[in-house]
């Protein structure tokens, strides 16, 4: 865990400039837990979006290519933390995203919610 608060407010410029309410969760002493949503028409529940920011530390010795460093070897990417969950998290913001500068109408209300610490004993948001 490291540069969650970057990526947070990144995700939040993102929110914002989009005109997508949106707000931050944190305990006092925690990482901010970034919540979006995007009101529906009532008609059905919400769709939650649910997945963790962090990504754990990594041994560089066991790599081929620097964990954090990002390299792009043969069209994948070689980074801890790509698919477990920064890629997921990139799809569901583009959902959302695109949802509202779409215009697309809901049944229900999409909320994006995003915590700092779910496998560190959730402390911080994830319970």
């Not at 990526?7 to 993102?14: D, P, Q, R, V």
């Not at 997508?20 to 009101?39: M, R, V």
């Not at 560089?60 to 990002?70: A, I």
């Amino acid at each position: 865990m490291g540069n969650e608060v970057q990526c947070i407010e990144h995700i939040k410029a993102l929110l914002d400039d989009a005109g997508i309410q949106n707000q931050a969760l944190a305990k006092a002493s925690g990482l901010p837990n970034p919540i979006a949503w995007l009101s529906g028409d009532g008609i059905a529940g919400p769709l939650l979006l649910q997945d963790h920011i962090y990504v754990v530390l990594a041994n560089p010795e066991r790599w081929r290519h620097p964990p954090f460093g990002g390299d792009l070897v043969d069209g994948f990417p070689w980074e801890w933390g790509s698919l477990d969950m920064k890629g997921v998290i990139a799809m569901m913001l583009h959902a959302i995203l695109r949802a509202k500068t779409d215009g697309m109408a809901s049944a229900g209300d999409i909320v994006l919610a995003l915590v700092s610490d779910d496998e560190s004993g959730g402390d911080q948001g994830g319970r």
